[in-house]
């Protein structure tokens, strides 16, 4: 009979991860593809939810695995069949594939073809406890991938801690992408938490021709490290006026984009404030719901801000194993602690004091 550790949350009890071992009769019964866990990140979504509980589940969805086991036909993202012992990321949630934002229908296909607005998604990490799949976290020994879940194929010569960084990488790619920088941007990232420093690269990559990074009092180390993943600057919100700062680095002008990744309403307002005339933000980073920012209707008309929102990286897992696989930057620095399944609270709480703790994830081998 198989069995699985697996970390659960229960809204119960908060602030607090039960292991708990399951015993059914096998993995998959649905026909689900099963996947042995290697590695999987620990995301601020996950620590939102630790602090801020509902219902049960099984967390964990930035996963690294190796196929098990796979029902006949199924298919990795580019359309080959997958095979036991594939080593593979899943994308973390499964869309419907039949909704019009997943078929890309309308007079928007780009927009609409993201199966991030498909009104009918799941969510690894996110379903209940009591709803099939059982094993639908990457905190677990093994994870059941309901039809329809996307996977990505990974080099086994990849380095397991630039793999497991797949799909937060994806989230900053798909908003690097959406500020549709150039070479005649100047581009300021707020936030040097882990999607902020991936965003970072994206800019780099997606040809930003300046790139600053913002943070705060207590994230030298974490600005430190956006330079050598391709800022060009930095600077620290907390110490002096931000706007005169940006100036002083840009040669007297604002930016030209600005993308929001500190899950802050306060972010959220600066990358408005740090922008020019004719400029775009793009916030990535979502508050709590019943949250609110200060922002004036009519200075957006007047300074004509174009605001974009986006969530998730669907579209831009491909890209982003390209640039993983290149070497050219040193992203395995940003996983910095590494904790075994019967440590996942302390990893939780590690992140949360931040520190040098910039990206844990859960091992389990």
């Excluded at 990321?89 to 780009?110: F, K, M, N």
Aim: glycine content about 12%; hydrophobic content about 40%; proline content about 7%.
């Amino acid at each position: 009979m198989p069995i699985s550790r697996g970390a659960v949350l229960d809204a119960a009890h908060p602030r607090h991860i039960d292991l708990r071992t399951f015993d059914p009769e096998r993995f998959g019964p649905d026909g689900e593809v099963v996947l042995r866990t290697l590695l999987c990140g620990v995301c601020g979504s996950d620590l939102h939810r630790f602090n801020n509980p509902s219902g049960v589940f099984l967390l964990g969805h930035e996963i690294l695995g190796v196929v098990e086991q796979n029902p006949e036909g199924w298919l990795d993202a580019t359309g080959r069949v997958l095979e036991p012992g594939d080593l593979v990321v899943p994308e973390t949630r499964i869309p419907c594939h039949r909704c019009e934002y997943c078929r890309g229908v309308g007079s928007r296909p780009e927009k609409l073809l993201d199966y991030s607005h498909c009104p009918h998604q799941v969510g690894l990490g996110g379903i209940p406890i009591d709803q099939a799949p059982l094993l639908s976290g990457g905190w677990s020994d093994y994870v059941e991938l309901p039809h329809g879940a996307i996977l990505h194929r990974i080099d086994p010569a990849m380095n397991p801690n630039l793999a497991v960084l797949l799909e937060p990488f994806s989230i900053g790619m798909k908003a690097a992408w959406l500020a549709a920088p150039n070479l005649d941007d100047t581009v300021v990232v707020l936030g040097p938490g882990p999607i902020g420093l991936l965003t970072v690269v994206s800019a780099r990559e997606r040809g930003a021709g300046k790139i600053i990074l913002a943070g705060a009092r207590g994230d030298e180390e974490r600005l430190a490290l956006g330079l050598e993943l391709g800022a060009d600057a930095t600077i620290d919100v907390t110490d002096g006026d931000p706007l005169e700062a940006v100036k002083r680095l840009n040669g007297g002008k604002l930016a030209t984009r600005t993308i929001d990744t500190t899950g802050n309403v306060r972010g959220f307002e600066l990358a408005i404030a740090l922008l020019r005339r004719g400029g775009v933000m793009v916030t990535v980073g979502g508050s709590d719901l019943d949250k609110t920012a200060n922002v004036s209707p009519s200075d957006l008309v007047m300074r004509q801000i174009d605001i974009r929102a986006s969530q998730l990286g669907a579209n831009h897992y491909e890209g982003c194993l390209q640039v993983l696989a290149s070497g050219r930057w040193p992203l395995e620095k940003l996983v910095t602690h590494h904790f075994p399944l019967d440590q996942v609270e302390e990893a939780l709480l590690t992140f949360e004091r931040r520190g040098p703790c910039i990206k844990p994830v859960i091992t389990f081998e």
